[in-house]
């Protein structure tokens, strides 16, 4: 069955640097998205991307995210400057034509030190 | 703005037990609404969905939901719990609109006992 898969499962930076996250969504989908889930607390929403601009985004998703669909296959989140604030279980998902249903993947675990 | 209120941060169950988690929702017209399921160190799975049509549908591994409009409600149940069904459940609404966020309520951590 096809699946959303991230890299890394774990990355750890310090504040300051640039990370990025990657997704490969499923593959004939064309819906795209990045939640994040701080320790403790709920999925929230960051970006959603379609025909290769973004869509919808949260008030979270400020100047320091950016999103990128750099080929084909992948999708990708980019974090300018992190911040300890940063730190959080980052998701990818993925929708299909109908876009109302999103399958996640497995998530980014990041650590801002 | 729509929003998600799962009101029970913890459930424990006795296993073999049935369960209900409870979910209400804050939007002007009927939301797309969703379970989603979180075991440790795991991503989110769909559970099961209600777009339109039969208000009780069915999910994988034997749950449910029924959606009561009128109590602007989507609740979960399960006639008999595994141990392998703790885990954390979110309820999640999206506007009927291709493409947009889902917003998700707090959560509800399930706990079995044997």
């Known amino acids: 069955e096809p699946e959303v898969t991230q890299t890394p499962s774990h990355q750890v930076t310090q504040m300051g640097q640039e990370v990025i996250l990657r997704c490969v969504p499923i593959?004939?989908?064309?819906?795209f998205y990045w939640y994040r889930q701080i320790l403790g607390q709920k999925v929230e929403f960051l970006v959603s991307f379609y025909n290769n601009e973004i869509s919808e985004k949260s008030e979270i998703f400020d100047d320091q995210f950016s999103v990128e669909r750099p080929d084909g296959s992948n999708f990708t989140l980019k974090i300018r400057s992190t911040k300890l604030e940063d730190s959080a279980m980052y998701f990818c998902?993925?929708?299909?034509?109908?876009?109302?249903?999103?399958?996640f993947g497995p998530g980014t675990r990041l650590t801002v030190l | 703005a729509q929003s998600v209120t799962q009101p029970d941060i913890h459930i424990t169950v006795s296993e073999g037990a049935s369960l209900e988690l409870r979910c209400n929702y804050s939007y002007g017209a009927t939301p797309y609404l969703f379970w989603y399921v979180q075991s440790p160190g795991q991503g989110l799975q769909l559970l099961l969905k209600y777009f339109s049509g039969d208000t009780l549908v069915q999910g994988i591994k034997g749950f449910e939901a029924e959606f009561k409009r009128s109590q602007s409600s989507f609740n979960l149940r399960k006639p008999s719990v595994h141990w392998s069904d703790a885990a954390e459940y979110f309820c999640a609404v999206a506007v009927n609109q291709a493409g947009t966020a889902l917003i998700f309520g707090k959560g509800t951590t399930l706990s079995v006992s044997s």
């Open positions: 998902a993925s929708g299909g034509l109908a876009g109302y249903e999103q399958f």
């Open positions: 593959s004939n989908h064309l819906y």
